[in-house]
T-cell receptor, first 110, second 115 residues
Framework: KQEVTQIPAALSVPEGENLVLNCSFT??????LQWFRQDPGKGLTSLLL?????REQTSGRLNASLDKSSGRSTLYIAASQPGDSATYLC?????????FGAGTQVVVTP | EAEVAQSPRYKITEKSQAVAFWCDPI?????LYWYRQILGQGPELLVQ????????DSQLPKDRFSAERLKGVDSTLKIQPAELGDSAMYLC?????????????FGPGTRLTVL
């Protein structure tokens, strides 16, 4: 059974600092990996999707890498802003089903 | 920009009552998903539709939960009777085609509180 872990569970950084969020998964037989953002009490906003054949994906200040062999993905957010404060979840698509981590709650302080 | 619509946004009910949630996916999306998210956890898939057919409902508590997508467009998730442990966020998502290839887009969710 696929298990997805996100460490740390919570993170606080000062504005301007780069954010590094980690996601690990136990089964490397995946189709893709997706990163989401969730604001309190709201739905999920898709940030990046990395296909299993890709090593990384970039969108603006966001960059996500994927290392299937080691079962890891990292989301980098450059020059963090208070508006980046949210919970970030990774989800792995394996066997046709998305398995989510519990998320990393990020607070960016002005 | 096309979005997944859900209603209601919030629902408060007493245990043993029936509740229903509605989802309208992005136009043209063949695959529709219902997830349940307990506070502090990631979403868990309840049911997946491909057009009007159920693809996966292995995690749906079928004694009290039911889901339908009669015309392959919008969908309804029902709970009868509701229990205290059903309090959670219920999220609907859709994707263009098959899983493993296409990005999933989520709606704003329905927050259910069972008293």
């Amino acid at each position: 059974k696929q298990e997805v872990t996100q460490i740390p569970a919570a993170l606080s950084v000062p504005e301007g600092e780069n954010l590094v969020l980690n996601c690990s998964f136990t089964d490397s037989a995946i189709y893709n990996l997706q990163w989401f953002r969730q604001d309190p009490g709201k739905g999920l906003t898709s940030l990046l999707l990395i296909q299993s054949s890709q090593r990384e994906q970039t969108s603006g200040r966001l960059n996500a890498s994927l290392d299937k062999s080691s079962g890891r993905s990292t989301l980098y957010i450059a020059a963090s802003q208070p508006g980046d404060s949210a919970t970030y979840l990774c989800a792995v698509d394996s066997w046709g089903k998305l398995q989510f981590g519990a998320g990393t709650q990020v607070v960016v302080t002005p | 920009e096309a979005e997944v619509a859900q209603s209601p946004r919030y629902k408060i009910t007493e245990k043993s009552q029936a509740v229903a949630f509605w989802c309208d996916p992005i136009s043209g999306h063949a695959t529709l998903y219902w997830y349940r998210q307990i506070l502090g956890q990631g979403p868990e898939l309840l049911v997946q539709f491909q057009d009007e057919s159920v693809v996966d409902d292995s995690q749906l508590p079928k004694d009290r939960f039911s889901a339908e997508r009669l015309k392959g467009v919008d969908s309804t998730l029902k709970i009868q009777p509701a229990e205290l442990g059903d309090s959670a966020m219920y999220l609907c998502a859709s994707s263009l085609g098959q899983t493993g290839v296409d990005e999933q887009f989520f709606g704003p969710g329905t927050r259910l509180t069972v008293l």
